[in-house]
Nanobody, 116 residues
Framework: QVQLVESGGGLVQPGGSLRLSCAAS????????MGWHRQAPGNQRELVAT???????NYADSVKGRFTISRDNAKNTVYLQMNSLKSEDTAVYYC??????????WGQGTQVTVSS
């Protein structure tokens, strides 16, 4: 089994920044991709950003230029630096890991609230 532990969520004012972290542990033999998704109340879960083992990144159009995903392969940890936050970024953010065998794992989620 694989466990994902997220941290770094919280309350921030519009225009502010937050950095989310997600540490993976357990029976990790190979990782294909890690990433972040989010779900706001009443909405479906949506992709925010992903990064492959080789470092290729992908972002939702709504966060391009504001969010940056990165990873530390040695620590099996992925980060999401979120700048210029907007009220519409308010959501529960979920860490996602896809193994080399394309098995999906999800974290419990961390709340991000952007409000003045």
């Amino acid at each position: 089994q694989v466990q994902l532990v997220e941290s770094g969520g919280g309350l921030v004012q519009p225009g502010g920044s937050l950095r989310l972290s997600c540490a993976a542990s357990g029976s990790i033999f190979s990782i294909y991709m890690m990433g972040w998704h989010r779900q706001a109340p009443g909405n479906q879960r949506e992709l925010v950003a992903t990064i492959t083992i080789g470092g290729s990144t992908n972002y939702a159009d709504s966060v391009k230029g504001r969010f940056t995903i990165s990873r530390d392969n040695a620590k099996n940890t992925v980060y999401l630096q979120m700048n210029s936050l907007k009220s519409e970024d308010t959501a529960v953010y979920y860490c996602n890991l896809i193994t080399g065998r394309r098995v999906n794992y999800w974290g419990q989620g961390t709340q991000v609230t952007v409000s003045s």
